[in-house]
């Protein structure tokens, strides 16, 4: 069974910089898989932030672009995911999910608050 494990929030000052991990185990299962990173900030809907697939290849929202990076860590049968944010914004501040897509599975973490505030 595959668990997704969020670190690395908290609260920061509007410029700078914090990363995020997600730890997943029990991944060897799937063949193929897309990890991401979602947020939600309170009163709007989830919103997809990066992706990043088991071949490398990335997205990110027209709004993270420049400032955000999604990388991988790449073990025998487990995956490290990180969302390194730089630059953040107050409007940034959102509960962070770590997200695994594999067909028709699909796991979340638990979520880890990002506050960027003054």
């Known amino acids: 069974q595959v668990q997704l494990v969020e670190s690395g929030g908290g609260l920061v000052q509007p410029g700078g910089s914090l990363r995020l991990s997600c730890a997943a185990s029990g991944i060897s299962f799937f063949s193929t898989y897309t990890m991401g990173w979602y947020r939600q900030a309170p009163g709007k809907e989830r919103e997809l932030v990066a992706g990043?697939?088991?071949?490398?290849?990335?997205?990110?929202a027209d709004s993270v672009k420049g400032r955000f990076t999604i990388s991988r860590e790449v073990a025998r049968n487990a995956v490290t995911v990180y969302l390194q944010m730089n630059s953040l914004k107050t409007e940034d501040t959102a509960v962070y999910y770590c997200?695994?897509?594999?067909?028709?599975?699909?796991?979340w973490g638990q979520g880890t608050l990002v506050s960027v505030s003054s």
């Open positions: 990043i697939t088991k071949g490398g290849s990335t997205n990110y």
């Open positions: 997200n695994l897509k594999s067909g028709y599975s699909e796991v």
